[in-house]
């Protein structure tokens, strides 16, 4: 079973920035996708950005030019690169993996609080 702890949320003001990095434990193989997702209170979780194997991305389009999600396939890592934060980027922001082997398995981390201030 895939683990996946996430790390580096915190309280930012606005047009500062922020990096945060998952992690997966008990993986043989590399992770065919990873990503973030976030959910704000009274809201439902939305994707942040994704990213393959292969390095291909993608990216909601309230945080293009202004993040970028990037991994290191030996370790299955990925990181969250934040620039210039704003308050509606306020969330609990959730790591996510998927492996496509014999069948479609995803994993979810527990989640770090991000709080940017103005």
């Known amino acids: 079973q895939v683990q996946l702890v996430e790390s580096g949320g915190g309280l930012v003001q606005a047009g500062r920035s922020l990096r945060l990095s998952c992690a997966a434990s008990?993986?043989?193989?590399?992770?065919?996708?990873m990503g973030w997702y976030r959910q704000a209170p009274g809201q439902q979780r939305a994707l942040v950005a994704t990213?393959?194997?292969?390095?291909?991305?993608n990216y909601a389009d309230s945080v293009k030019g202004r993040f970028t999600i990037s991994r290191v396939n030996a370790n299955n890592t990925v990181y969250l690169q934040m620039n210039s934060l704003k308050a509606e980027d306020t969330a609990v922001y959730y790591c996510?993996?998927?492996?496509?082997?014999?069948?479609?398995?995803?994993?979810w981390g527990q989640g770090t609080q991000v709080t940017v201030s103005t």
């Open positions: 990213i393959t194997s292969g390095g291909v991305t």
């Open positions: 996510y993996a998927e492996r496509r082997a014999w069948s479609l398995r995803e994993y």
């Open positions: 008990r993986s043989i193989f590399v992770l065919d996708a």
